[in-house]
């Protein structure tokens, strides 16, 4: 499958944004690759370069607009299975060549760039359903399985994985293992990190290993959710596998709008605590809600799936909380059908680039007791940048004891509307912003990230967001499974030999 590019670049020559030393290629490495998957397997055209610098990051995608991408790889390699992943690791961790894996390049945060050079191994032609445990609900899959595919395969033997993300037609099964991603309908069916029960992967240092199988186990620490969310910094996943269901043979759908967003999260909150999970519970602020649904309140969309017994009991639950709401009014299910037509449009990113705003979302988890903090100090902190036109947000995941508010913020550099503002003067900009979330964030003891994963964009902040031992463990296990560091150098905040001590994008 074609990877979906965001936005066109201009004719002529590409430049690099991203200042980072680039590794040196040592003599002989590009024959040894050549040796190990076959010259047509390895790429070093400038075309393919410039494709595999860049992804889905908005940042990324102003700098487009002005012929730059962030960072470029040496090399592409394409490689056919497991084996060939072995063997690319390998070179690459005896020649001291840093390694990124690549698949859709559909994230948001950066986590798939090469910014120290060296190779690039795209991961998509492992893109095979390899089998279905039918007695107990289980997938074997290749990671490079674009979500869409596999959603109609498993449809047309009457299963579902019940992750949809946003990005469904351009993301893997790999992808959303590295960054812990969420799906929309995640209330229901949880994470990828709740679906995952195994993995096979090879570690920086070379190492084959499986993880997970049984349903439970007590047998030391998890490694499956050691290496899940771990952004390719400790090892390239070969194969999962996952929890599938049954695919839903019925579906309920409601509609509320409430007078605040406080409100809404309130009945949020009630519900999920009397133990009903409909597959979407999703509050929009008035300001989304006005954008999205032409709506004056503060819009609840309710949608269910499953067997008719249970979503009729999760739909009884959703409506006797929210009608127990004051000021509550019942809105046209039209407006459910209208999010679910428009729920994955991203078109609209290049032309709001075009006119020269810079735009992102950030998605943050906290418990109930810190969301109403969390939304306002957020909001505010927002509207306080130098330059800012919007700040909104609405709940796009609920659990039993917190959720995720994911925010957008837009706005012109330097606040005086100059469509032509400087690359420098953006980044500043768009870096002061994700810098005011990330404070607020780590002050209320959120998490800096629900689904979209670190990348860069949110590298700066892991040590603030674990906790001084906390990231020193965690480069402990990099150092562990990745002893040269070879493995997506940057990301994650973790040092890295490839580059200056406390590097970071910006």
């Not at 596998?241 to 605040?260: D, Q």
């Not at 503060?298 to 008719?308: K, M, Y």
């Not at 019942?330 to 075009?354: F, I």
């Not at 927002?382 to 700040?391: E, F, P």
Request: proline share 6%; charged share 20%.
């Amino acid at each position: 499958m074609p990877v979906q590019e965001p936005i066109e670049l201009p004719p002529g020559p590409i430049g690099r944004r991203i200042d980072a030393p680039r590794a040196p290629i040592p003599d002989g490495f590009l024959d040894g690759l050549c040796s190990d998957l076959g010259d047509e397997a390895v790429d070093v055209s400038e075309d393919t370069a410039v494709a595999y610098g860049r992804d889905w990051w908005p940042l990324a995608v102003v700098w487009a607009t002005q012929g730059l991408v962030p960072a470029r790889p040496d090399v592409v390699v394409r490689v056919r299975d497991a084996a060939e992943i072995e063997a690319v690791v390998r070179r690459c961790n005896e020649s001291g060549v840093p390694l990124t894996v690549a698949a859709g390049r559909s994230g948001v945060c950066g986590g798939a760039l090469a910014v120290a050079g060296g190779v690039v191994m795209d991961v998509t032609a492992l893109d095979a359903v390899l089998d279905i445990d039918d007695a107990s609900l289980l997938l074997r899959v290749q990671p490079g399985v674009f979500g869409d595919v596999l959603e109609a395969e498993l449809a047309g033997r009457g299963y579902t994985l019940g992750h949809w993300p946003q990005s469904i037609e351009m993301s893997t099964v790999g992808g959303w293992l590295a960054c812990r991603g969420a799906g929309q309908y995640s209330t229901r069916y949880g994470k990828i990190e709740d679906m995952v029960v195994g993995l096979s992967a090879v570690t920086g240092g070379g190492t084959a290993l499986r993880t997970g199988g049984p349903p439970r186990a007590a047998v030391g620490p998890d490694l499956t959710q050691t290496i899940v969310g771990s952004e390719g910094t400790l090892a390239v996943i070969t194969e999962a596998t996952l929890r599938v269901h049954p695919a839903a043979p019925h579906e309920e759908r409601a509609v509320y709008g409430f007078p605040s967003f406080t409100a809404g999260l309130d009945a949020c909150r009630r519900i999920l605590r009397r133990g009903a999970t409909p597959a979407v519970l999703r509050l929009y602020d008035a300001e989304e809600s006005k954008r999205n649904f032409e709506h004056d309140t503060n819009v609840l969309i309710v949608i269910d799936e499953g067997d008719p017994e249970v979503v009729g009991a999760a739909m009884r639950v959703a409506a006797h909380e929210c009608e127990a709401s004051p000021g509550v009014e019942r809105l046209d299910e039209g407006v459910a059908q209208r999010w679910v037509g428009h729920r994955n449009d991203v078109s609209a990113l290049p032309a709001v680039v075009k006119a020269g705003v810079v735009v992102d979302t950030i998605e943050l988890a906290a418990p109930w007791s810190a969301l109403d903090a969390l939304y306002e100090q957020t909001c505010e902190a927002l509207l306080g940048v130098d330059g800012a036109l919007v700040a909104s947000a609405h709940c796009s995941h609920s659990y039993l004891d917190g959720a995720c508010l994911y925010f957008t913020f837009a706005g012109r550099a330097g606040g005086d509307g100059d469509a032509d503002a400087t690359p420098e003067a953006k980044d500043a900009f768009y870096r002061a912003s994700v810098d005011a979330v990330m404070a607020r964030c780590v002050a209320l003891g959120a998490a800096i990230s629900h689904h979209h994963g670190v990348g860069l964009a949110r590298g700066p902040w892991v040590r603030a967001a674990l906790g001084d031992g906390a990231f020193e463990v965690l480069c402990g296990l990099k150092q562990v499974f990745d002893p040269h560091g070879i493995l997506n150098p940057g990301k994650l905040g973790l040092p890295s030999p490839f580059l200056p001590d406390g590097w970071a994008w910006s």
